[in-house]
Every structure is written in C-alpha cells, then in structure tokens.
Nanobody, 125 residues
Framework: QVQLVESGGGLVQAGGSLTLSCAAS????????MGWFRQAPGQERHFVAA????????NYAESVKGRFTIHRDDKNSAVSLQMKNLKPEDTAVYYC??????????????????WGQGARVTVSS
C-alpha cells in the first residue's frame, strides 16, 4: 500500500510554468507505475501522464504532449509533473495516482489503486 501527497499547485498566467510534486510513502515506490490525472469543474477525471515502474516508458495525453514532462525519483519516492506553456484549459485539480507494476499505457482511472488528495492548478488568461 502507498500513500500519496501532492504539492505545488497554484495560480499561474497563461504561458507560464508550474511543477507539481507527489511524495509517496509506505510500500516500495520503485514497484509502482505512477500517473497524473486532472479533473476540471463539472468534468470527469482524465489521464494526463504516466511513467512506468521501471522508468523506461512514459505516456502523455495528446493535449499535453510537448508541454508536460513526468519524472520519477525513486531515491526520494517522488514523482513530478513539469508543466510549461500552460493554457487556461489546463485549469483543474491534478491528482497523483499509483498502481503496482503495470505500464505507462494504463490511462483509465480504474487502472490505478491509490490516489492523492489533489492539487489545484488555475491558469489565468
């Protein structure tokens, strides 16, 4: 079992950058595929990015490709989401998620077992 805590959310202007962090505790972090999802007001939670437990594979939603980068730090049991060139449509609550093993092509919310509490990101135009 793993516990996840996100940090780094906030308010940023369009075109700006922000990095979200997710600290994990509990089980062996290196055996978990990690994902980021986001949920805008009134919408369902959608996949943003994932990195496999090995760190060898990453996957991104089309809407964030080339702007967002997911990175994992197994030494510190953490995963980050670097976001550049932010757009107002990126405004959402961002959630960190984990599943044991698997791969980065798991993009459904049901593919992940553990979730953080969320970090709000607001991009102003």
């Amino acid at each position: 079992q793993v516990q996840l805590v996100e940090s780094g959310g906030g308010l940023v202007q369009a075109g700006g950058s922000l990095t979200l962090s997710c600290a994990a505790s509990g089980d062996t972090f290196s055996s978990y595929t990690m994902g980021w999802f986001r949920q805008a007001p009134g919408q369902e939670r959608h996949f943003v990015a994932a990195i496999s437990w090995s760190g060898h594979n990453t996957n991104y939603a089309e809407s964030v490709k080339g702007r967002f980068t997911i990175h994992r730090d197994d030494k510190n049991s953490a995963v980050s989401l670097q976001m550049k060139n932010l757009k107002p449509e990126d405004t959402a609550v961002y959630y960190c998620a984990a599943r044991e093993y698997g791969n980065s092509f798991f993009t459904a919310t049901t593919d992940y077992e553990y979730w953080g509490q969320g970090a709000r990101v607001t991009v102003s135009s």
